[in-house]
């Protein structure tokens, strides 16, 4: 059996509610679990949060909660593997194990179901040996970054690699945050994830929006419009 796992806890300090904010209309949350319902990869669909009113807004949208979190898991401290854990726990406590498990982030409102189907195809191709890390490309070479006091001045982080050109540098990518595929025993043993290898499935940049703040939120609100009107016009062009 595969899981997925939106953990969606209440207390959000930089955008109130972020996890249900009003997004293009629908609760922010809502297109996470429409993605991950539209894969048909996942035998339960499972919000994690410690939120009534979370609770409350994922089952109107026809996603009942099977538990609610415990607040010691819930603080700003706490990161999301003793979560993943607890949630597997609890499910075996109702005789439910699962082999896989997606996490998938609430505030993913970009995500789409065939990203999900494709990551999880090489997932299983290289024998679920790692996990899976979605990542996108940094717009500019890292070795172009710079510190910025408090003055606002300037200093190269790496003056040694401020002044190559981008085709001498190696491509690098950070963790674009979507979502992530776990074998059971990836979340279950005693060990750091990070101290794993992971497998990357790439997505592109216009995919990859970490909504912290208000900027991010009317970010991933340009991207989303600008890609209903590209499918607009496309599909003006098939028609005609």
Request: hydrophobic share 40%; proline share 6%.
């Amino acid at each position: 059996m595969n899981l997925a796992i939106v953990p969606a806890r209440g207390g959000s300090k930089r955008i109130k509610n972020k996890n249900i904010v009003p997004f293009m209309g629908k609760p922010m949350i809502s297109f996470a679990l429409e993605a991950a319902e539209k894969s048909s990869l996942f035998d339960i669909i499972h919000v994690s949060t410690d939120s009534e009113e979370i609770r409350q807004v994922v089952e109107e949208l026809g996603y009942p909660v099977d538990f609610l979190r415990p607040n010691h898991l819930a603080d700003d401290m706490t990161g999301l593997l003793p979560v993943y854990k607890w949630v597997l726990s609890e499910f075996q406590q109702h005789g439910m194990n699962f082999e896989d498990i997606c996490c998938i982030m609430p505030t993913a409102p970009l995500l789409e179901a065939e990203d999900l189907i494709a990551a999880y195809e090489l997932y299983q191709t290289n024998n679920k040996y790692h996990p899976l890390m979605v990542v996108a490309p940094f717009p500019v070479p890292i070795e172009w970054s710079f510190h910025r006091d408090h003055k606002t001045l300037l200093t190269p982080k790496d003056v040694t690699s401020i002044e190559k050109r981008s085709q001498d540098i190696e491509d690098t990518y950070y963790e674009a945050g979507p979502f992530s595929f776990f074998h059971f025993s990836h979340i279950l043993e005693d060990i750091s994830l990070y101290e794993r290898k992971f497998l990357s499935y790439l997505i592109s940049r216009d995919k990859a929006v970490d909504i912290d703040n208000q900027e991010d939120l009317d970010f991933a609100e340009t991207l989303y419009l600008g890609r209903s009107v590209k499918a607009s016009r496309s599909n003006d062009s098939i028609e005609s």
